[in-house]
């Protein structure tokens, strides 16, 4: 049982568009080049200053991710500074951003003014609050959506979603926070005991599902709006939450009740638990693909862990298919259409820590990309749009969000300090 769990933790812990086309060269496509954006703040006092220092910094490296701008920086200006269009334009300046924050009683407010230097025009004007002046890189986040979305460019709502996220805090105790991409922002929420495994119940990203372990492992779902906490089901040697669906009515558990774990699909409203794989083996980390007609699981079935999916009604109702043909020891994946990103282990060391690679796969064609060389990389995760993927990354005793961003060859790494990713979601 024992040799059952930490193969499972491993496993569940664990371009698209066209295959040839950088879509940074859509963008100078459409434009001529890419828009050479210059970012200013402005502020009096150091009331106004400090965040919007945050600000300023955090927009500047949120433009420089989207892969959409050619980014320049300018000090500290004076609100009534007086804008000459045709000296920015000289300099090929096509768009100006200032920024201001400020801290009132209401909580910070930010205000954004984008000038278009090629028109001479004031773009956007925009003022942005949050009560809680700690969740300032949301609102920089939201700030670089808008003026991505000016230029028309591809979307990076990705940036405003919320990152749950269970770390280690110690041997045999973790925690779960709430977090931006960057882990700039941090809100822990669930403390005490062994945490994990954590899971958003629906789009809105008002609730999630995540894993205690108490005399056996239960199942709890937590609401962000009201705090409560409610326990959903528990179950011998093990209970994981891996994929919610659309209308959040139903969960892809994986669980052990018989010591081998399998995938079981659990009806919320009905609480109704349906047994969907008959696999001796191991069988874990169901997720919903092709409209949630099917799931992809990772398998042991062939003697290595590996990607499979059957019908969503069970094995029994549908022929089984193995969906990655490369690598040895597969053991964790994500699908986003006909695109699938699994991690695969690389190394078969005894004595230190093996190699996982992140790969993306067609499965409509031969076509395999690499997409990271070092380190233990797991627990791949695509965006909505499927153009960015996060994933965990650990390496040299530190663990990290990564980005990954597939059209733009662009791959950040975001450290999180005092602990040790175990899972994610976002």
């Not at 910094?57 to 300018?74: C, R, S, W």
Request: hydrophobic content about 40%; aromatic content about 12%; glycine content about 6%.
């Amino acid at each position: 049982m024992k040799k059952i769990c930490v193969w499972v933790l491993l496993c569940v812990n664990c371009l698209f568009a066209n295959q040839e086309i950088d879509a940074t060269l859509e963008v100078v496509k459409k434009f001529g080049n890419l828009p050479n954006i210059l970012v200013q703040y402005s502020g009096k006092d150091y009331n106004q200053k400090e965040y919007t220092l945050r600000i300023f910094k955090m927009l500047v490296a949120d433009l420089k991710v989207t892969g959409h701008f050619t980014v320049q920086e300018d000090g500290n200006i004076a609100n009534e500074m007086v804008l000459n269009f045709d000296e920015y334009r000289k300099a090929k300046i096509d768009l100006i951003a200032r920024v201001s924050a400020e801290i009132l009683q209401d909580g910070l407010v930010v205000n954004l003014q984008l000038y278009d230097a090629n028109s001479g025009t004031l773009a956007l004007s925009k003022e942005y609050k949050n009560s809680r002046a700690e969740t300032y890189p949301f609102l920089a986040h939201k700030l670089a959506i808008d003026i991505n979305d000016y230029i028309q460019a591809p979307n990076v709502d990705w940036m405003e979603r919320i990152v749950v996220v269970s770390y280690y805090t110690k041997p045999g105790e973790s925690e779960i926070l709430l977090s931006d991409y960057t882990l700039t922002y941090k809100n822990s929420l669930i403390k005490g005991g062994l945490n994990i495994f954590p899971k958003w119940a629906n789009e809105q990203q008002n609730a999630f599902y995540y894993t205690k372990y108490l005399d056996k492992p239960t199942l709890f779902k937590y609401d962000l709006t009201t705090g409560q906490n409610t326990q959903i089901i528990s179950s011998e040697g093990m209970l994981v939450a891996s994929d919610v669906s659309k209308d959040s009515t139903k969960i892809l558990l994986t669980m052990a009740p018989n010591e081998q774990a399998d995938i079981f699909l659990y009806d919320i409203p009905s609480a109704k638990l349906t047994k969907l794989t008959n696999y001796r083996g191991i069988d874990v980390s169901g997720n919903f693909i092709e409209d949630e007609k099917r799931v992809m699981f990772i398998s042991d079935r062939l003697g290595y862990p590996n990607v499979f999916a059957i019908s969503v009604e069970g094995e029994a109702n549908g022929s089984l298919e193995q969906m990655v043909f490369h690598g040895r020891n597969n053991n964790a994946a994500n699908a986003f259409g006909e695109y699938i990103v699994y991690s695969s282990r690389e190394t078969n060391e005894d004595f230190s820590r093996n190699t996982f690679n992140l790969y993306l796969v067609s499965t409509k064609s031969d076509f395999i990309r690499r997409l990271s060389a070092n380190g233990i990389n797991q627990l791949p995760r695509f965006s909505k749009d499927g153009e960015t993927i996060m994933y965990v990354k650990h390496e040299s005793n530190q663990s990290a969000l990564g980005i990954i961003r597939l059209n733009y060859n662009k791959t950040l790494l975001f450290p999180l300090r005092g602990g040790i990713i175990q899972s994610m979601d976002w």
